[in-house]
């Protein structure tokens, strides 16, 4: 009883109306977009690496490229080290090095022609990269419009996705994997994405599928 009198105590009533109140880090109105600002300061804070949150792309994306930043998707050499064992650890792309993430989304064979051709498509001749960190941070080091910067971001993301994609379909049916098929299916998911999910009705196929950055 002590304590509840002790807890009453300490609060004050006002003169005025009940009003919610919106107890976020910082003194902001309480809005859905509010919400949202904070949960992405405390869920991907700056020590997520270079991850930011891509609205252009679906949740899908945005997660699993947060996953692999977080060391977090089954490639084999992951499943070996929480003690799974399988027949191989080799990549199932090119049969030749250990499956880390590094390997098959950027190291690889197979990753690197990928990449090389969404480079092409972009116009961009970015230095090789090691991790997914440098990726994802490299578009910052430039100097590139806040736009630009939110669409070359965003394409890696929809090529990382791609390539994961990829890698299951041979992990998992078996496939042959295709570079030309895997690039073709970076251009239109995104180009569906960016004139649906951000609603630019400017952007063009035709202009979309010679070159991405036209309309910055
Ligand atoms: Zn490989």
Redesign the pocket.
């Known amino acids: 009883m002590q304590d509840v009198m002790f807890m009453l105590s300490q609060i004050s009533f006002k003169d005025s109306s009940d009003r919610w109140f919106w107890d976020a880090d910082q003194p902001m109105e309480f809005s859905v977009s509010a919400v949202k600002e904070s949960l992405q300061r405390h869920l991907y804070s700056s020590n997520d690496n270079g991850f930011f949150w891509v609205n252009w792309v679906p949740i899908k994306v945005n997660l699993l490229v947060w996953r692999i930043v977080k060391g977090r998707i089954p490639t084999r050499v992951e499943l070996r080290k929480r003690k799974i064992k399988l027949p191989c650890y080799?990549?199932?792309?090119?049969?030749?090095?250990d499956?880390t993430v590094s390997?098959?989304l950027f190291?690889?064979?197979?990753?690197s022609e990928v990449w090389n051709k969404v480079w092409c498509w972009n116009r961009l001749r970015p230095p090789d990269f090691g991790s997914l960190e440098d990726v994802l941070s490299w578009p910052n080091s430039r100097n590139f419009s806040t736009a630009k910067k939110k669409l070359i971001r965003g394409i890696f993301m929809v090529t990382i996705w791609a390539l994961w994609k990829e890698r299951n379909k041979v992990v998992f049916q078996d496939s042959d994997p295709k570079a030309v098929e895997v690039v073709s299916i970076v251009k239109s998911l995104a180009f569906v994405w960016l004139k649906y999910r951000k609603k630019c009705n400017r952007i063009d196929w035709k202009d979309w599928v010679k070159y991405p950055l036209y309309m910055l």
């Open positions: 080799y990549c199932p792309m090119c049969r030749l090095e499956e390997h098959i190291d690889c064979r197979f990753a």
